[in-house]
């Protein structure tokens, strides 16, 4: 007989703390912050029976900080914030991906700029996550649009973060981070875990950021005889800082090739009902849920409508919108910004079919009704 499946009613925070912890999180560092708050009182009872460590940091900042050195000594790191927290972490988030410090970051979206509007949702911080830090570099975000998907992409975000020694953000908004729905747990067993690669060789023969086919050097955890430099700065293979050019270039494109020939593992997205759609709805999050709804109303109207839903937000899935704009006469883009993602659909569509925009910006969820009122516009 195969292990007992669990059927739970759960908020999206509090799935999104399962997921951590059934991916082998052991480390929480963070600061509380509406509409996140919930991830981090939840593993501050979890994580101590699990033999975990969880502090309350003085600020986002600091949290970061934090979650780096615990990840740096091997250990599985976390930390969740909002809009504000988020501004806070970008310089470390910076330092984790040039120190190649594997890390997951949690960010509720609420809307902004500044404190703005705490307790209400928004998609206002999707370019934020690609471009938040300075200087040239990748980095890979998620976006869930369903309570179980706040469990399996907390999962996915861990793995993805040990196979490429990156820092993940997984982007929620305060609609699906409070919401409620059934979620069935899968046993552990039936879970795909993935654990950073550590080097084989004895401490003297190791070079901690050597080139390597997949572009990802194994990852040594501090206290196991390894000792080697890590510094924010730029650096050769053996960690130390330098000024040569022929050290620069090669150690800053693969950090880019890690990421950019692995496409096909971390792109994700789901289709629904598009193949022969003249209307193709891209959307995330909870807009997504909106879309999905109006898609299937608007097909009881006779009206050919589709959904695109990224799952992946950054690296941008060009290939999935590429078909989308290719099948479609036209590709509806409804997000609650003033258009951050739809400004990438209409760079890839590059005028193959024609890109329409619903944003909305004051603290409300774009319902279906909208966005059907916008299908039947276009198609009218």
């Known amino acids: 007989m195969g292990a007992e499946r669990r059927e739970l009613l759960m908020q999206g925070n509090e799935a999104v703390a399962e997921g951590a912890l059934a991916a082998g999180c052991r480390f929480f560092a963070g600061y509380p912050i509406t509409p996140s708050t919930e991830i981090a009182e939840y593993l501050s009872v979890k994580l101590p029976h699990l033999g975990g460590t969880f502090i309350q940091m003085e600020d986002e900042l600091a949290s970061m900080g934090a979650v780096i050195g615990a990840s740096l000594a091997g250990v599985k790191a976390m930390t969740a914030t909002s809009g504000p927290g988020f501004s806070l972490m970008q310089e470390n988030i910076g330092f984790a991906c040039e120190a190649e410090v594997p890390c997951v970051v949690v960010n509720v979206m609420r809307g902004g700029p500044s404190t703005g509007l705490p307790t209400f949702p928004a998609q206002g911080d999707v370019m934020q996550a690609r471009w938040g830090t300075h200087g040239d570099h990748p980095i890979i975000v998620l976006s869930a649009a369903s309570v179980p998907e706040c ?7 861990f793995n993805l973060s040990e196979r490429y020694r990156t820092p993940i953000i997984l982007l929620l908004d305060e609609v699906v981070a409070h919401m409620r729905e059934k979620i069935t747990m899968p046993p552990a067993e039936e879970l795909e875990i993935f654990n950073r690669v550590t080097p084989t060789v004895p401490p003297e023969w190791y070079i901690p950021y050597a080139d390597t086919p997949s572009g990802v050097p194994p990852m040594a955890p501090f206290g196991e005889g390894y000792r080697y430099h890590v510094t924010g700065l730029t650096h050769d293979i053996r960690g130390f800082p330098t000024a040569r050019d022929d050290e620069i270039g090669p150690f800053i494109k693969r950090l880019f090739r890690k990421i950019s020939q692995n496409f096909p593992d971390i792109h994700m997205s789901q289709t629904f009902r598009t193949e022969d759609a003249e209307i ?28 695109l839903k990224l799952m992946t937000v950054w690296p941008f899935d060009r290939s999935a919108v590429e078909q989308a704009a290719r099948r479609s006469k036209v590709v509806l883009v409804p997000e609650m910004n003033m258009g951050q993602i739809s400004r990438e659909v209409k760079r890839v569509n590059n005028g193959v079919s024609t890109v329409e925009t619903l944003n909305k910006v004051d603290g409300t969820l774009i319902t279906p009704g909208e966005i059907l009122e916008k299908i039947t516009e276009v198609l009218s």
């Open 151 to 157: 469990f399996s992409l907390t999962v996915r975000a």
């Open 280 to 307: 193709t709805v891209i959307a995330y999050g909870c807009v997504a849920r909106s879309a999905k709804r109006a898609v299937v109303e608007a097909r009881d109207r006779g009206l050919k409508a589709g959904l």
